[in-house]
Every structure is written in structure tokens, then in C-alpha cells.
């Protein structure tokens, strides 16, 4: 079930205002922001004490979202993501500095995925581009897979929830280097 206009018109706001919202995902609930903006990250960050070293992820509804980072790939290289999108592989592609370093993590690739879970895919749409999405739980603790736990895990400090259910996957995405196939989250 999508959320309602008024749900995700809600979480599109939160998240213009530099806000930090929930949401179910493939296989776990997880938290999103606005990419460019330097402060929503750093409040992500801070509230999963996450360094930002690691990087984070960019969600997207397609590959037209972000077809800036698809930019300088071959044609096989665009045909692997082609082939596992929408879908829950998130490939590690280089960012040639078109992300910012909060985003990127000091890494030269970036993580994207193109979401076929349907409320994911909706936000996208909505907000216009791509988010932020990671697992929606402090660092060293076990990925929410129910809206109370999220509740549990940041009290008050979510701007927004969108409710639904985990799109059926058993565990986090796959995250693997596209140059080099390197699994590096199975």
C-alpha cells in the first residue's frame, strides 16, 4: 500500500526543510534526507553515530534520477545496472566529485540504487531526485524491521514517517563495486 498524497506531500516538506524522515525499504526501515543539503546529513549522521567517513547511500526512483553519475560509464557498464534495477543491488560507481564529500565519504565511488520497493520509488518521484537512505538504527544496533522499533530507536527526532510494509527482502541490499564486481556487502 502507497502512502496517501497528504503522507508523502508531508515527508517532501519535512525533507525541504532539511528534515530527516523514515520510511520501510527492501528489506529494512530506513532513514532518508536531502543529499545536498550539509546539515540534514550531519544531523543523520549524528543521530546514527555514523562517521562520516563510511559514505552513505543515494536512493532513486530510475536511472534518470541520476544520470549525472551514470555519466563517463561504457555501455556494459550501464547494461549491469540496467539489468539489476529497479531492484535491491546497490552498485558502488565512481562520483568524479558530482556528489558531495559528506555523501561520498572521502571514497572515490558513490553507492547508488535504483528502489523498486514502491513507497521508496514513490518518495523519489515526489521529492524530484535522489536521497539518502540508510538503515534506520544507531550504529552497533540491529536494522529496524518495524515502524515501533525505528519509534524506539529516535524518539521525537524524525520529522516524518511514512508507513508500510518491507518490500520481502530477507537482508540489506547487496552492495558491489561496478568496476571491479567486488562484493562488498552480500
Not at 502507497?2 to 519535512?14: M, W, Y
Not at 552497533?140 to 508500510?164: E, I, K, N, W
Request: hydrophobic share 45%.
Amino acid at each position: 500500500m502507497l502512502p496517501s498524497d497528504l503522507q508523502l506531500r508531508t515527508a517532501v516538506r519535512a525533507l525541504a526543510e532539511g528534515g530527516m524522515i523514515a520510511c520501510p525499504t527492501e528489506a529494512v526501515w530506513g532513514l532518508s534526507c536531502d543529499p545536498d543539503n550539509p546539515d540534514a546529513v550531519a544531523r543523520l549522521l549524528h543521530l546514527k553515530q555514523r562517521p562520516v567517513e563510511k559514505g552513505l547511500i543515494l536512493v532513486a526512483a530510475g536511472m534518470e534520477q541520476i544520470a549525472g553519475l551514470l555519466e563517463g560509464l561504457t555501455e556494459a557498464q550501464r547494461s549491469k545496472l540496467a539489468l539489476s534495477w529497479p531492484g535491491p543491488s546497490t552498485w558502488l560507481v565512481p562520483h568524479h566529485d558530482r556528489v558531495p564529500p559528506w555523501i561520498h565519504g572521502g571514497h572515490s565511488k558513490v553507492a547508488v540504487r535504483v528502489s523498486a520497493h514502491k513507497i521508496v520509488a514513490a518518495l523519489c518521484r515526489a521529492w524530484g531526485g535522489p536521497l539518502v537512505s540508510t538503515s534506520a538504527n544507531p550504529a552497533g544496533s540491529r536494522p529496524a524491521t518495524a515502524q515501533f522499533q525505528v519509534q524506539r530507536y529516535f524518539r521525537g527526532q524524525l520529522d516524518a514517517v511514512l508507513p508500510g510494509a518491507l518490500g520481502g527482502a530477507s537482508r540489506p541490499t547487496v552492495i558491489r563495486d561496478l568496476l571491479t564486481d567486488q562484493v562488498l556487502r552480500s
